[in-house]
């Protein structure tokens, strides 16, 4: 990222050697970008963020497809990312009919749900791959076979899931696909959307004009040092991605089964085994979320729930919605394991929960 | 080579470079993140938002972080439009000029497809609106909820009466936007800032990161978020904050006002330079703007008979990068739409080329031009049958 900072710092749209050196480097990006997720580099489009992909994959679709009579019919799930979800809550003010798919235990939708709530004006289904939350993944394969033979787009905020499990947007038959840099080890500021070239054309209208950039779909000064930083983070895990997986996978079996073993009153939320490897939601029944975080914070930095809502004291959808109470959602915290993360840190860290926990208990009791 | 291409993006500083880079590194976490890790870096955004909001003379919280000008520009004017629409049912009406960035021309042009009522105010062959005219625009029925003005035009450096008119329009009652991306660092704006209701501005043309921009909205105003999902910025702009290129911005706006007025005084002694320089040397030289209020480090300037094009190119091969209007429109073959709307006869507008000097710009560059040009253009004008 530094060299396209200082020397290599020209606009991509620029017509001398400064602009042509930033551009070839946007578009080798471009490329590795578009090679993590199976897709032809003319298929991504690069954002200020999955915020910013979500937001035009939802809305500028709506522009394009339903006319002011009948807005048409979208379906999305009760876990999805705000991003998602407040987009759907303005398209609804529009005149667009919604519905949100419910969620079963462990955080999946229910594929013959999700067939059944088609309609013959439903242009639009967004369902995530990984719960940023709770990591659960929804049935990817079964929702791209029941999306096979309906016109609807499917749009996947894959911001968690990039880059940590594969995804292949053609065996699985994704049109619009929203992917975060910050999340896979590259910058903040930078993400992309990847949207079909299929027949007949997807065709979005722009949330941002001018300049043209993008094909006219994203205009502004591209971010030319966040944009190689996603493309060098894309290439990374593509090449690390299974044994880093692997790595996480048995981390988090590690903590899971070291806190199961001390601590009698755990409740692991999310699917066992559908899951994303370095994620794990804990609800620590009785124990307060905030004072264990409160007593954790020297040595251990984690979450109750998204960052995102961290400013909001309300309990998290995702886990009302897998069927927790306020108070089990008070008690849990989110492990999101990664790159740094050791056996030794996980080991100190699962030490330092037993013992916060038993205290927190005895003093309770 | 020499870089004379500062309007369209310009390196970022070693000291923006140094404030930025321990964000990439150890100080990487999410500011929304209660842990201290994500505490560390909010107290920093915190920081760069008192940086960028003491620039411009204004409360912290009227600074919103954006990816960058085209966002805030476009959230701006369909923010506006659009909480006007959910309060009365109304489009509304929206008076902005000729001369407007592509962000505001392009964004206007969606508005009015869906309904709302534009008004684009012409120029004066300096490139300038008429206050008087513009008031009167503004006086028509039904009262526009917007206007939007470039304070300095990207390709003339040519400044827009913008404190005149905001004085004007608040006494009526008209809600002001000014796209300030090409003024902020180079003009004063804290005047400005008292009399405006939104104020777009950009990272990237002050030797701050790409990917950064703000906008200020005064309090009060109402606008509807340009995007939705999550809590951030007052819950009017989603999206973790990027947090690097935040830092970098607040470096780069205070390096930019600390030594801001010195280092316009010295790039406008070189513009001058460059410019009598063309004039004696080439002949035949149209500049465009050049008897009014502009931006001391732009140039822009015809060399009648030659295609702009031809002289880019030939600049290229001896090292010297400019422009011939703005980047974005660098893949366009039309003439310029600012200089068209100044009455520039499409012959001599498709010759225009500009130079934009920046940090980093000194004498011995300037000379050089000064020596390459002319016979350059002498050559091409042989050839031309242009």
Redesign the interface.
């Known amino acids: 990222?530094?060299p396209f900072?200082?020397?290599d710092?020209?606009?991509p749209?620029?017509?001398?050697?400064?602009?042509w050196r930033a551009k070839q480097a946007t578009e080798a990006s471009r490329s590795e970008v578009a090679s993590l997720i199976g897709a032809s580099p003319r298929e991504i489009v690069f954002?200020?963020?999955?915020?910013?992909a979500?937001?035009l994959a939802l809305r500028g679709l709506l522009e394009r497809v339903s006319d002011p009579h009948n807005r048409g019919h979208l379906i999305t799930g009760v876990t999805e990312?705000?991003?998602?979800?407040?987009?759907c809550?303005?398209l609804e003010l529009q005149g667009v009919d919604v519905t949100r798919l419910p969620v079963d235990a462990h955080g999946q939708i229910d594929a013959g749900q999700l067939r059944d709530s088609l309609r013959p004006d439903t242009f639009l289904v967004s369902l995530m791959a990984a719960n940023n939350e709770i990591g659960t993944l929804h049935p990817l394969a079964e929702i791209g076979s029941i999306l096979s033979d309906h016109p609807a787009l499917w749009h996947c905020d894959a911001a968690q899931a990039a880059g940590k499990i594969p995804i292949d947007v053609k065996a699985l038959g994704i049109d619009l696909l929203s992917i975060?840099a910050?999340k896979l080890y590259g910058?903040?500021?930078?993400g992309a959307l990847y949207v079909s070239r299929r027949r007949p054309a997807i065709r979005l209208a722009p949330?941002?004009?001018?300049?043209?950039?993008e094909r006219g779909i994203r205009?502004?000064?591209?971010?030319?040092?966040?944009i190689v930083g996603l493309g060098t983070a894309c290439e990374l895990a593509a090449s690390e991605m299974q044994g880093e997986a692997e790595r996480l996978q048995r981390l988090r079996d590690r903590l899971v089964s070291h806190l199961t073993t001390n601590l009698p009153q755990l409740r692991i939320n999310g699917h066992p085994e559908q899951r994303l490897p370095g994620c794990v939601s804990i609800c620590f029944d009785g124990v307060d979320g905030r004072d264990l975080?409160l007593q954790l914070?020297q040595d251990v930095?984690?979450?109750?729930g998204a960052?995102?809502?961290?400013?909001?004291a309300g309990p998290s959808h995702v886990l009302a919605s897998v069927g927790l109470s306020d108070e089990q959602a008070a008690s849990t915290l989110r492990f999101g394991l990664g790159r740094g993360t050791t056996t030794q840190q996980i080991d100190t860290v699962a030490e330092r929960v037993v013992e916060v926990c038993t205290r927190v208990s005895a003093l309770a009791s | 080579m020499i870089y004379l291409d500062h309007n369209a993006t310009t390196p970022i500083r070693p000291e923006v470079r140094t404030a930025m880079l321990p964000f990439f590194d150890e100080s990487f976490g999410n500011p929304s993140s209660p842990h201290t890790v994500g505490r560390r870096v909010a107290d920093a955004v915190d920081g760069s938002r008192a940086q960028v909001a003491d620039a411009l003379g204004v409360a912290t919280d009227t600074i919103h972080f954006t990816s960058g000008g085209t966002e805030a520009d476009n959230w701006a004017l369909k923010g506006v439009l659009d909480a006007h629409w959910l309060k009365h049912r109304s489009h509304g009406r929206l008076v902005t000029s000729s001369t407007e960035h592509h962000a505001v021309l392009d964004t206007a042009n969606t508005l009015a497809r869906h309904g709302v009522t534009v008004a684009y105010q012409p120029v004066d062959e300096n490139g300038i609106v008429d206050v008087q005219a513009l008031m009167e625009t503004v006086a028509a029925s039904p009262a526009p909820q917007l206007v939007s003005l470039l304070h300095a035009n990207n390709e003339t450096g040519v400044l827009q009466p913008v404190a005149q008119l905001g004085a004007a329009l608040r006494e009526r009652g008209v809600l002001f936007h000014v796209d300030a991306v090409q003024s902020l660092g180079k003009v004063d704006l804290q005047e400005l800032a008292q009399v405006v209701d939104l104020m777009s501005i950009s990272a990237h043309k002050i030797n701050g990161p790409k990917g950064t921009g703000a906008l200020y909205i005064r309090p009060g105003v109402e606008i509807e978020p340009l995007l939705h999902g999550g809590g951030q910025e007052q819950g009017r702009r989603p999206g973790t904050l990027h947090a690097a290129g935040i830092v970098g911005f607040g470096a780069a706006v205070e390096a930019a006002t600390h030594d801001g007025l010195a280092s316009m005084a010295r790039l406008g002694e070189l513009r001058d330079r460059l410019q009598d320089g063309l004039s004696d040397l080439v002949g035949d030289v149209v500049v465009h703007g050049g008897n009014v209020d502009r931006l001391a480090q732009t140039l822009s300037v015809s060399f009648v008979g030659v295609e702009a094009e031809a002289v880019l190119l030939g600049l290229d091969q001896v090292g010297i990068a400019a422009a011939s209007g703005s980047a974005c429109t660098s893949d366009s073959p039309e003439p310029s739409h600012v200089l068209l709307a100044m009455g520039v006869e499409p012959r001599v507008a498709s010759s225009a080329v500009r130079f934009s000097l920046g940090w980093g710009n000194d004498e011995a560059q300037i000379d050089q031009i000064l020596e390459m040009l002319p016979p350059l253009i002498a050559r091409l004008r042989e050839m031309s049958v242009f």
Do not use: R, W
Request: charged share 10%; net charge negative; glycine share 16%.
């Open positions: 990222m530094i900072y200082t020397t710092f020209g606009n749209s620029s017509a001398h050697p400064f602009g954002t200020s963020g999955a915020t910013e979500n937001n990312h705000p991003a998602v979800l407040d987009v809550d303005t975060s910050h910058p903040k500021g930078q949330l941002q004009e001018g300049g043209g950039q205009s502004g000064t591209l971010n030319v040092p966040g975080l914070q930095a984690l979450s109750a960052a995102c809502a961290s400013g909001h």
